[in-house]
């Protein structure tokens, strides 16, 4: 199951945009807002421009930055580290810690993601230091947070619990409601592997009222993934498979195969508990044909060979 994390960058109001009025900075998160990616990375692309020629360090490094986060969301995960790394080396050469502290954290955010938990936890804790220097409440809830993953992911259930705590608890009133957001549907994770159903559906359910609040499509379709999980657990399958459907869906418009592959293995397991079998190869074949080379590996022990050989020929006249 997949933990959420605030990606450090400022969304604006997602009002209806007017292209003449609007900068490509602000065009750049709206897009991104309601999760056009594609568009979202034009824009910071022409702001990255823009700065070069002002010579303005801080914009440009922020807009490589707001690059990284779209492509992080779609799933390129290298060609995202690339751009944070010329970010980070840009608001080095501006002296900005903020921004460094923010961007650290993102690449540690990135290597979790990769599975790579010792530079994951690395640069978390140099975003921390740097985080702590400035005061930062909100920047050290999120960075905690984010270590929580790390130790989520690795199963140390304690430890990323009390780090979701103190989130939850001594940064309650400074960090944003993204972040609390995200201790909640990662502390709901902790408490379906131990079994508590009910407190984990009551603390998915915190979670998705603060998300829906801004429209956060990214993460409302992980709570909702992680929720269809849940009510394959207790046997409410045809439960599972209304909230996987609405997670596809959402993963669909924000252009995230990662989001996909998470809702296919989800809505197939809910057809394998209904013994829809046919149904279950379907999605499973949608799930290896959006999983990177390594993951397909797990997939390739559950898909049907005749399913596997049509799945193969259509993802290669795709590419």
């Known amino acids: 199951m997949k933990t959420i994390a605030f990606i450090s960058f400022l969304l604006l109001a997602f009002s209806p945009i007017k292209a003449q009025n609007s900068s490509p900075d602000t065009l750049a998160r709206r897009s991104f807002g309601i999760g056009d990616y594609s568009a979202a990375i034009k824009y910071f692309n022409q702001s990255v421009e823009e700065a070069h020629a002002e010579k303005n360090l801080v914009r440009e490094g922020s807009s490589l930055n707001g690059i990284g986060i779209a492509y992080e969301h779609?799933?390129?995960?290298?060609?995202?580290?690339?751009?944070?790394?010329?970010?980070?080396?840009l608001h080095e050469k501006a002296q900005n810690i903020n921004k460094q502290a923010g961007i650290l954290k993102n690449i540690g955010n990135l290597y979790r993601l990769e599975k790579n938990y010792v530079k994951a936890s690395s640069f978390l804790q140099q975003a921390i230091s740097k985080f702590v220097s400035l005061k930062d409440s909100n920047g050290i809830a999120n960075a905690l947070n984010e270590l929580g993953n790390v130790n989520l992911d690795q199963k140390s259930y304690d430890t990323a619990f009390i780090l979701y705590s103190e989130v939850l608890t001594t940064y309650r009133n400074n960090a944003s409601p993204f972040i609390l957001a995200s201790a909640y549907h990662n502390s709901a994770i902790i408490y379906q592997a131990k079994g508590n159903y009910i407190l984990a559906k009551a603390t998915y359910d915190s979670a998705l009222k603060l998300l829906d609040a801004f429209h956060d499509n990214f993460n409302i379709s992980s709570v909702l993934v992680n929720m269809a999980s849940l009510s394959n657990k207790q046997g409410n399958y045809n439960a599972a498979l209304v909230l996987g459907k609405k997670g596809l869906d959402i993963a669909w418009k924000i252009e995230s195969k990662d989001r996909r592959a998470d809702a296919y293995k989800r809505i197939a397991e809910a057809y394998s508990g209904l013994l829809d079998f046919k149904q279950k190869s379907d999605y499973l074949g949608n799930l290896f044909c959006s999983?990177?080379?390594?993951?397909?590996?797990r997939v390739l022990k559950v898909l049907p060979k005749w399913k596997l050989n049509i799945k193969m020929k259509k993802s290669k006249k795709k590419t």
């Open 74 to 89: 779609k799933g390129e995960f290298e060609v995202a580290l690339s751009y944070y790394f010329q970010a980070l080396k």
């Open 291 to 297: 999983t990177t080379p390594f993951s397909r590996i």
